[in-house]
């Protein structure tokens, strides 16, 4: 290993390196102070944070062109660290009131993230696998770490069992590929595939469409949700956040690194059944939230809908597919987390309420968290000028110049239909009278208030000034090694 072989993954480096650090830290902390580990746990998220900056503009290979640094990579490395900060910011005080307070809770966080970032940098499918595990492993236990609720044991159990098959896909998917290929590089996949030099067409179709099937359940694409809401409504509502924010970015930055970019070429073979998928999981998505009661399974219901948004920007294909699906990745992130922080202050001390019910008439208690949350709701609906709508501009209009005019629509209407189901949580909130609701946590920390505050600044910022980051992320995604 070299130097600029280390540079070049420094993001998902440190966070490892600290979550190791941390892990054996920890073993010396008292039980009654696992708070302490939390806020240490800061420290590699911003010095990965710090590092996307130092690194922004520069380009290369790395590991014998096994990962790459280019703004693609580092981009969603900016993405994964704002979202651990952010998660980190409002699960101390969660953790504690639902007395999951535990030290290994942090590193795991740190690992899930280093696969997260790690699946970005992959330009081999032997590292898109492994970052993969990297990031799934963790996160199974984070969603039973509650281990005295039966919900989130149950959440953990499905999770790990339905994510052990779908690896199962993605390994076999990728030896077929390798079979027809003769590489795991994708640059040089990219390159065999333009030629016409693969053995055996069938062979390649195979294994793309068990890649496929593999990513799709990590991105809770239709018909490979069926996890996402039990595991939503089960797992601690500190690790559903970064679930919903982080975990669907990584598995999109992997469907755009093997099929825009390595497979690019064979886009009349995918794109017909990327596009009947993302139409799937927008109807089926909105459709199932629009029945919900319960706000976290209607906000998993929610995410599989976005899924479907996202995959309207990978059907379009090509660097502006790419770019339209970074974009919108972003500015659902900072929206999913500002709602999840609510959810999360939204807690009782004696359990938590998380039907849509125990939010009546929150602008006369917290005016403060019914604002955020309005914001969320209105930005993940598609309203202008917030970070949703423009991220769905974007995506509908690559969807559009690739001759995909059907699937905007499509996109569209199903915008419309989520309406009903966001807009009732801004009514409850503010039109209805608040009767007798349970006490709140407290959410005069600093951490916490400016996580939310933050959030919803950039959610509207996203909206607001959407040229100068989408401008940020083509000239990353042109500048990626081919």
């Known amino acids: 290993m070299t130097w600029n072989d280390l540079v070049a993954v420094l993001p998902p480096f440190i966070l490892i390196v600290g979550g190791m650090v941390i892990l054996l830290a920890d073993l010396l902390v008292p039980a009654n102070r696992k708070a302490v580990t939390g806020w240490v746990s800061f420290a590699p998220f911003v010095l990965?944070?710090?590092?996307?900056?130092?690194?922004?503009?520069?380009?290369?290979?790395?590991?014998?062109?096994?990962a790459s640094l280019d703004g693609y990579a580092l981009f969603l490395d900016a993405i994964f660290a704002g979202a651990g900060i952010t998660t980190l910011a409002f699960a101390l005080r969660y953790n504690e009131s639902r007395s999951?307070?535990?030290?290994?809770?942090?590193?795991?966080?740190?690992?899930?993230?280093?696969?997260?970032?790690?699946m970005g940098h992959a330009t081999n499918l032997l590292i898109v696998f492994v970052a993969l595990e990297l990031l799934s492993i963790p996160l199974y236990i984070?969603?039973?770490?509650?281990?005295?609720?039966?919900?989130?044991?149950?959440?953990?159990?499905?999770?790990?069992?339905?994510?052990?098959?779908?690896s199962g896909f993605v390994a076999y998917g990728i030896a077929l590929v390798y079979g027809a290929t003769g590489t795991f590089n994708l640059n040089a996949m990219a390159r065999i595939i333009a030629a016409g030099q693969y053995t055996d067409a069938l062979v390649l179709y195979a294994g793309a469409g068990l890649i496929l099937a593999g990513l799709g359940f990590k991105v809770a694409a239709v018909p490979f949700h069926?996890?996402?809401?039990?595991?939503?409504?089960?797992?601690?509502?500190?690790v559903t956040g970064f679930m919903a924010a982080a975990t669907k970015a990584a598995g999109f930055a992997a469907?755009?690194?093997?099929?825009?970019?390595?497979?690019?070429?064979?886009?009349?073979?995918?794109?017909?059944?990327?596009?009947?998928?993302?139409?799937?999981?927008?109807?089926?998505?909105?459709?199932?939230?629009?029945?919900?009661?319960?706000?976290?399974?209607?906000l998993a219901y929610s995410s599989i809908a976005h899924a479907g948004y996202a995959l309207v920007g990978i059907a379009a294909g090509g660097q502006t597919g790419a770019s339209s699906v970074l974009f919108y990745l972003a500015g659902y992130a900072a929206t999913i987390l500002a709602a999840f922080a609510v959810m999360t202050v939204?807690?009782?001390?004696?359990?938590?309420?998380?039907?849509?019910?125990?939010?009546?008439?929150?602008?006369?208690?917290?005016?403060?968290?019914?604002?955020?949350?309005a914001i969320a709701m209105l930005s993940l609906t598609g309203i202008p000028p917030l970070a949703g709508f423009a991220g769905k501009y974007f995506l509908f209009r690559s969807a559009v110049e690739s001759g995909l005019v059907w699937l905007a629509v499509i996109g569209a209407l199903t915008s419309?239909?989520?309406?009903?189901?966001?807009?009732?949580?801004?009514?409850?909130?503010?039109?209805?009278?608040?009767?007798?609701?349970?006490p709140l946590?407290?959410?005069?920390?600093?951490?916490?208030?400016?996580?939310?505050?933050?959030?919803?600044?950039?959610?509207?910022?996203?909206?607001?000034?959407?040229?100068?980051?989408?401008?940020?992320?083509?000239?990353?995604?042109?500048?990626?090694?081919?």
């Open 441 to 482: 946590l407290s959410v005069t920390g600093p951490a916490r208030s400016a996580a939310i505050a933050v959030a919803s600044l950039l959610t509207i910022l996203i909206g607001l000034l959407p040229t100068p980051l989408l401008d940020t992320i083509a000239q990353g995604v042109q500048n990626m090694p081919r």
């Open 346 to 373: 939204m807690s009782a001390p004696e359990g938590e309420d998380q039907s849509t019910d125990s939010y009546t008439g929150l602008i006369q208690r917290r005016p403060f968290l019914a604002v955020t949350l």
């Open 416 to 438: 419309v239909v989520s309406a009903g189901y966001y807009l009732r949580v801004v009514v409850v909130m503010f039109m209805r009278e608040p009767g007798a609701q349970k």
């Open 100 to 118: 999951i307070q535990r030290g290994e809770f942090y590193p795991l966080l740190l690992f899930a993230a280093s696969g997260m970032m790690l």
């Open 142 to 166: 984070l969603c039973g770490i509650a281990r005295r609720s039966v919900q989130s044991q149950e959440s953990a159990l499905k999770y790990f069992l339905l994510g052990a098959f779908a």
């Open 255 to 298: 469907v755009a690194r093997v099929f825009v970019f390595g497979m690019g070429d064979l886009i009349a073979l995918w794109q017909p059944v990327v596009s009947v998928l993302a139409a799937l999981t927008m109807i089926v998505g909105n459709l199932a939230a629009l029945a919900q009661t319960n706000l976290k399974r209607m």
């Open 226 to 238: 069926m996890w996402a809401p039990d595991v939503y409504e089960g797992a601690p509502t500190s």
């Open 48 to 66: 990965a944070l710090l590092a996307v900056f130092a690194l922004w503009g520069q380009t290369g290979a790395a590991f014998n062109s096994m």
